[in-house]
């Protein structure tokens, strides 16, 4: 197995649903895209959510590379609007504090981890790959292979940042939710 570039999706419209990619989330994702390229990536997977196909189709445009879909790189649970965002909220809470609870439209901690394990085994690549998903997933994956202690507790209560990259070297963890690349991202409002 080879690397794989976990990616962050951009940052996303503040709605609910699938929203997209904001005008800094697009920036975020071109300089994830000019990273991953001179990382010599081969493929490049994405979840269905709209965030992340778009973040994936800018990595892929930038490597000249195609986007493979697949529903296992899903995030845990998704607000979609039709429950009040705080049941939401306390819901996303309880399950990243007791891994087994499964919340109601979504996967708990440990079944969204093993989706993305399974993802990983199948693909299995031998030159490097770009995987765009979701924060909550890439910290359920982690939790799992290195355990809660070895996660940064800010990824457990503040997420992962926008577009930054978990770099995995078959199921060894080499970096952890990277964001040098977006420093030369200019500061939100400014273009």
């Given at each position: 197995?080879?690397?794989?570039?976990?990616?962050?999706?951009?940052?996303?419209?503040?709605?609910?649903?699938?929203?997209?990619?904001?005008?800094?989330?697009?920036?975020?994702?071109?300089?994830?895209?000019?990273?991953?390229?001179?990382?010599?990536?081969?493929?490049?997977?994405?979840?269905?959510?709209?965030r992340a196909a778009q973040t994936a189709e800018r990595i892929a445009a930038v490597a000249g590379l195609g986007v493979?879909?697949?529903?296992?790189?899903?995030?845990?649970?998704?607000?979609?609007?039709?429950?009040?965002?705080?049941?939401?909220?306390?819901?996303?809470?309880?399950?990243?504090?007791?891994?087994?609870?499964?919340?109601?439209?979504?996967?708990?901690?440990?079944?969204?981890?093993?989706?993305?394990?399974?993802?990983?085994?199948?693909?299995?690549?031998?030159?490097?790959?770009?995987?765009?998903?979701?924060?909550?997933?890439?910290?359920?994956?982690?939790?799992?292979?290195?355990?809660?202690?070895?996660?940064?507790?800010?990824?457990?209560?503040?997420?992962?940042?926008?577009?930054?990259?978990?770099?995995?070297?078959?199921?060894?963890?080499?970096?952890?939710?990277?964001?040098?690349?977006?420093?030369?991202?200019?500061?939100?409002?400014?273009?």
């Amino acid at each position: 197995m080879s690397l794989i570039y976990l990616v962050q999706h951009g940052e996303k419209q503040p709605e609910p649903g699938d929203p997209g990619l904001t005008d800094r989330g697009r920036w975020q994702a071109d300089c994830a895209a000019r990273l991953l390229r001179d990382a010599g990536i081969t493929s490049v997977f994405s979840s269905p959510l709209l965030r992340a196909a778009q973040t994936a189709e800018r990595i892929a445009a930038v490597a000249g590379l195609g986007v493979t879909v697949d529903d296992r790189l899903r995030e845990r649970m998704n607000w979609d609007g039709h429950r009040p965002i705080g049941e939401f909220l306390i819901d996303w809470s309880r399950s990243v504090r007791e891994r087994d609870f499964v919340p109601a439209g979504g996967y708990s901690s440990h079944q969204a981890a093993e989706r993305m394990r399974a993802f990983l085994t199948e693909a299995a690549p031998a030159e490097p790959i770009a995987v765009v998903t979701h924060g909550g997933i890439t910290v359920d994956l982690l939790r799992s292979l290195l355990g809660d202690a070895a996660v940064p507790a800010r990824l457990l209560h503040e997420g992962v940042p926008s577009a930054a990259i978990t770099t995995i070297d078959g199921f060894s963890v080499v970096r952890i939710a990277a964001t040098t690349h977006l420093d030369e991202l200019p500061r939100r409002g400014a273009r």
